[in-house]
C-alpha cells in the first residue's frame, strides 16, 4: 500500500495531504501541515495532549490513522482562539495560573471546547468526568478545574464572551 492524499478540513480550510499509510493525524498535522500546537506525549492514547476535535468531537490524534479524517472537519488548538485575542478558556487558565509546564494545555483547552460547547454548565464531577483523559504532571488539576468552571461562568476578564462566543470551527480560522 503505498502514499496517498487525503483531503480535510483543517481551522476552516481546506488542506490536501500526501501520506503514508497509516500515518496518524497528530504526526501529519505536526511534522506535514506545521500544526505543532497538537502535542506529542505518550502516542498510546494515555494522556489526551494530543486531543483534537473531529466533526466538533474530541478524539486523540495519536491513534487517529490520517486517512480516517478524509472528508471531515478537523479543528486544533489553532483554530480555537478567535482572529484576535483569546479563547475565554484560554484566558481563564492564565487568570487561573492553570499550567505549568503547559503541554498538555492545548488538548485541555480543546477537550474545554466541546465540554462546554455540549454542558454550557458543568458540574465539578461533570469537569472531573470530561477530564479523565487527559493527563497534567504539573498542577494537580485544581487550577484546570477552576479555569473550566471560570470559563463556564463567563468569570474571566474578557467575559463579554461566553462558550458560544467561541468562532465555528467551520469559519475562516
Ligand atoms: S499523545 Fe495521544 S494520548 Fe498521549
Ligand atoms: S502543565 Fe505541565 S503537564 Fe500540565
Not at 493527563?135 to 485544581?142: E, K, L, M, S, W
Request: proline share 6%; charged share 20%.
Amino acid at each position: 500500500m503505498g502514499s496517498r492524499i487525503v483531503s480535510f478540513e483543517l481551522c476552516g480550510r481546506e488542506v490536501e495531504v500526501l501520506v503514508s499509510p497509516m500515518a496518524t493525524l497528530q504526526s501529519v498535522l505536526r511534522s506535514q501541515l506545521g500544526y505543532t500546537g497538537t502535542k506529542e506525549g505518550c502516542r498510546q492514547g494515555g494522556c489526551g495532549s494530543c486531543t483534537v476535535l473531529v466533526d466538533g468531537e474530541p478524539m486523540m490524534s495519536c491513534l487517529l490513522p490520517v486517512e480516517d479524517v478524509e472528508g471531515r472537519r478537523v479543528t486544533t488548538i489553532e483554530g480555537i482562539a478567535p482572529v484576535a485575542g483569546l479563547a475565554p478558556i484560554q484566558q481563564a487558565f492564565i487568570e487561573k495560573n492553570a499550567f505549568q509546564c503547559g503541554y498538555c494545555t492545548p488538548g485541555m483547552v480543546v477537550l474545554t471546547k466541546t465540554l462546554l460547547d455540549h454542558h454550557p454548565s458543568p458540574s465539578r464531577d461533570e469537569i472531573i468526568d470530561a477530564l479523565g483523559g487527559n493527563v497534567c504532571r504539573c498542577t494537580g488539576y485544581a487550577p484546570i478545574i477552576e479555569a473550566i468552571e471560570a470559563a463556564a461562568a463567563g468569570a474571566t476578564t474578557d467575559a463579554g464572551r461566553d462558550a458560544g462566543d467561541w468562532p465555528d470551527p467551520s469559519g475562516e480560522r
